[in-house]
């Protein structure tokens, strides 16, 4: 992450000299000090680091430092005092400033303090990432490696992870690609750095270009304070771009400029802010097809498309469904807190034979789900949803209005159970008909369901349903 350091210095020479001072690669300096009213800049300017003489903060001191420490950043603040009291600077610290300095000391002095707190400050920012609230990193040797189509990819995977080329990696939904650009952070020699996701199909174009690049205040109605984009916050680090393939043309090509010139421009600022960081984009769709459409710019392809990782779906590697399941059971029983301990052999075959058009998400959700009704030590056939013992028939034809003898069909389960299984159909029919209807547009079709896009697409993947399946 880029630390940003703010001065608000009133002494102009003193601003001048810290500035050039600190701008170090991981550090971004922003000097209001000179400015009309510095401490309203101050308060918009997303610092980690503020350094600001009281002379800039409003009276009482004690309720401005209480607004710099409210900021959502959590700054720290290092207050630069005239006074050599240290009766003031109790009081100031008294009132919550991290650090007081009296202006007068000598610069020397002035910047060993500041690199204190900047060194803590990294610390800090290293110490939330590791905090165990933070789930475990996939690593690449905790990959299933039965098949011989998943050895040889990893293979491949493990001849590119330490390179700081971008990557494109492609593959079915569910199919694990976030998953694996974890593993290849988690392998490179960013590993100490952040891990950013985007999801940019998940948001609006304006709201996805701010968060990408962040802006500047002001930069459109209501950007009341300044924001620092993902490119920024993955400094040293790795930005993983899902959806690649819905990203509107124009951020194509400012994200074409930050491959080829590793330089960041805020919306409505004209300074631009040097950023190293490794691009990892993932797409389900088709980018050669969607380039030809001209969905997808030429250069753009080129440039992420050097490395492709193609994962294989689940389908294309079934040796490897065994493993997985048990992994997830493993998983799942210990975070339910549920004594299942095995699959039996034919719940285990159905699930091999199943095409698993959800991919790893799939299972997934099929094992906990399975653990959750569970009621002997082993999951069998029947706590498997009715595509592995029925193929759907059953639900299915009851929501053709067919109707088929209930009581055998229903013997022996649950009401829970069954409603579970006749819901999750319904939903699947009913999330199809309306992105037919939508032609795959799922903002349109979320409306007519009457539920939140991001709703509708977490359903989506929870079945395997593709957009693009619709599109007319
Ligand atoms: N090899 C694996 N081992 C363990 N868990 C995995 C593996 N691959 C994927 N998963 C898990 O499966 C789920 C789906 O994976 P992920 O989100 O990476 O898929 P995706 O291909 O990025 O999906 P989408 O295209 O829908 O965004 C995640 O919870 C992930 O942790």
Known sequence: MLIKLVLAVQDKRLQKYLAQSFSLSDIRVESFGNLVSPWQKVMRSCGDIIVISESIIPRPSESGIAMLNDLPENPTTVILH?????????????AGADVVLFSGVSKKRLLEAIETTLESRRQLIQLNRFHPKHPTKPQLSDFVLESDSMRIFIDEVRQVSTSNSPLLIM???????????????????RATGPFIAVNTAALPEQILESELFGHAEGAFTGAVRSRRGTFELAHNGTIFLDEIGEMPLHLQAKLLRVLQDYEVKPIGSESPIWVDV????????????????????KDLYYRLSVVTLTIPPLRKRKEDIPHMARHFLDLYRYKIGRDVEGISDAAMKALSHYEWPG??????????????????????????????????VLSTRILDGGLPNLETAWKGRTLPEVRDEMVSHLERRYIEMVLRKTGGRVGKAARIAGIHPRGLYD??????????????
């Open 82 to 94: 005239d006074g050599d009291s240290s009766e003031e600077h109790a009081q100031l610290v008294a």
């Open 171 to 189: 593959g079915e939904t569910g199919v694990g690609k976030e998953h694996l650009a974890k593993a290849i952070h988690a392998e490179s020699p």
């Open 278 to 297: 490794r691009v990892i984009a993932a797409t389900n769709r088709d980018l050669e097809k969607e380039v030809t459409r001209k969905n997808f710019r």
């Open 359 to 392: 991919n790893v998400r799939e299972l997934m959700n099929v094992i906990e789900r399975a653990i959750l009704i569970c009621h002997d030590s082993e999951i069998s056939v029947r706590d498997l949803p009715s595509v592995f013992h029925d193929n759907g």
């Open 459 to 472: 359903k989506m993947k929870t079945f395997g349903i593709r957009k693009e399946d619709f599109k007319r």
